[in-house]
């Protein structure tokens, strides 16, 4: 057999094997789109607003909560249109439009409005005491240590914990010179911190970005191979 005979030969396999390699990457991910999970029914809880008495603002009091029982349920359907838009805009959707506020807290007077908004007539006072308290008993925490931290003096080193400082001389006065704490010393770091939330949502638009081309890739070749195609929707009972 001639070596143009062979070469013939092995390109004729090796694009037999690559068609048969694509086929089977297309029925895979045929298969896989096809055991996804639909709903064709969303349920919606609506609970009344009321006062909270489950965490400590900031400043004041008037927090925030729902009552334990819901008011009435709103039961939607769910339409082809929801189907494909849920796939990349349910889970950043949020991150996406609240990148600046999402975390801010809400000025007690706001918190007071929307409780009376709600239908709250009555604002129990005591909890913005109770808060006060809290927020108080917070601040008797870290070692009186004045830049320097003495062994048998750091009630941090004594309770064999190390120093924290969230700011300057608070909650431990040391200094990252003078903290001789041999369980050592944590220092906050805001940019730090701010940098790690702004990479965190760039990596999450990024994964958005990504997942919706390869959404309406997926969605128009299966168009183009399989047009009878119909997706079937879960009933949830």
Not at 133 to 152: A, D
Not at 165 to 183: E, I, K, L, Y
Not at 184 to 201: A, K, M, N, Q, S
Request: hydrophobic share 25%.
């Amino acid at each position: 057999m001639s070596k143009r005979k062979l070469d013939e030969d092995s390109l004729s396999t090796a694009s037999s094997d690559s068609a048969d390699s694509l086929g089977n990457v297309e029925d895979y991910q045929r298969a896989k789109r096809n055991r996804r999970v639909r709903f064709s029914e969303r349920t919606v809880f609506h609970f009344p607003r009321t006062q909270g008495y489950t965490c400590v603002p900031s400043n004041g009091g008037t927090t925030l909560g729902m009552k334990h029982k819901h008011a009435f349920v709103e039961k939607t359907l769910i339409s082809d249109e929801d189907l494909s838009e849920s796939d990349t805009e349910d889970s950043y959707d949020s991150a996406d439009s609240e990148d600046n506020h999402c975390f801010m807290p809400i000025p007690q007077k706001d918190r007071k409005d929307i409780l009376k908004a709600a239908g709250v007539k009555k604002i129990n006072k005591q909890e913005a005491i109770e808060c006060m308290q809290i927020r108080y008993s917070r601040q008797i925490c870290g070692c009186s240590c004045k830049e320097f931290c003495e062994p048998e003096s750091c009630s941090c080193q004594l309770n064999g914990i190390n120093c924290q400082v969230d700011r300057d001389s608070f909650p431990c006065g040391c200094t990252r010179q003078g903290c001789q704490n041999p369980n050592g010393r944590h220092e906050y770091d805001p940019i730090t911190v701010r940098r790690h939330f702004i990479e965190t949502l760039l990596k999450l638009r990024e994964e958005k970005y990504l997942w919706h081309e390869n959404t309406t890739d997926q969605e128009h070749s299966n168009d183009l191979q399989d047009p009878d195609h119909v997706i079937s929707f879960a009933t949830i009972s």
